[in-house]
């Protein structure tokens, strides 16, 4: 079964840090662009990190830039969200997500569509 | 950055077709794709490149994207498609290329 499986959300002070995991398994994992998305309580979606199959290429949300580092290991099939410097803004559910790829005979390409999507961890930023 | 507008809120009875805009920039020119999300789950791909479906999702499902406007067309509609729907571009000349509209509240009355 293709399943994503997020962690390490929690209640952390403003200023403070926390490490997200994802999990991701029934995939080849090391063939997906990965992102992390996010959904403040009542609002809608946010789209925060992506990177790339190999990790070369990693971009932010406008907001994030200089405080979360996303990584992946694709050895361990696994995605990580680092997040430094929180603020009460960054309250919201995070999910991680796939990005669809399609394949003719000669290449593959990733229309970035979120195909497969995890349970989401709650990350709560107050004092 | 690349902005995209939905309604907050679409209405419809049962059995009626839902439509559900998604407004930007000469989007016609881009692929959009479109989630539904219930209360308390993860969002879940609906329609993908404008107006293709994956797996799963019924034929009651589909798009069209022209000019300034992306539509979502649910046809003969349920009760269980009573949702948040999301709009989601990706904006590959940008150094943050991930966009999602605001999101609709479809309500099946």
């Known amino acids: 079964e293709v399943q994503l499986v997020e962690s390490g959300g929690g209640l952390v002070q403003p200023g403070g840090s926390l490490r997200l995991s994802c999990a991701a398994s029934?995939?080849?994992?090391?063939?997906?662009?990965m992102s992390w998305v996010r959904q403040a309580p009542g609002k809608g979606l946010e789209w925060v990190a992506n990177?790339?199959?190999?990790?070369?290429?990693?971009y932010y949300v406008d907001s994030v830039k200089g405080r979360f580092t996303i990584s992946r290991d694709n050895a361990k099939n696994s995605l990580y969200l680092q997040m430094n410097s929180l603020r009460a803004e960054d309250t919201a559910v995070y999910y991680c997500?796939?990005?669809?790829?399609?394949?003719?005979?000669?290449?593959?390409?990733?229309?970035?569509?979120?195909?497969?999507w995890g349970q989401g961890t709650m990350v709560t930023v107050s004092s | 950055s690349y902005v995209l507008t939905q309604p907050p809120s679409v209405s419809v009875a049962p059995g009626q077709t839902a439509r559900i805009t998604c407004g930007g920039n000469?989007?016609?020119?881009?692929?959009v794709h479109w989630y539904q999300q219930k209360p308390g789950q993860a969002p879940v791909l609906v329609v993908y490149d404008d107006s293709d479906r994956p797996s799963g999702i019924p034929e009651r499902f589909s798009g069209s994207n022209s000019g300034n406007t992306a539509t979502l067309t649910i046809s003969r509609v349920e009760a269980g498609d009573e949702a948040d729907y999301y709009c989601q571009v990706w904006d590959s000349s940008s150094d943050h290329p991930g966009v999602f509209g605001g999101g609709t509240k479809l309500t099946v009355l």
């Open positions: 990177i790339k199959q190999d990790g070369s290429e990693k």
């Open positions: 029934g995939f080849t994992f090391s063939s997906y662009w």
């Open positions: 000469n989007i016609g020119s881009k692929s």
């Open positions: 997500a796939r990005a669809a790829i399609y394949c003719s005979s000669t290449s593959c390409y990733s229309n970035h569509a979120f195909d497969i």
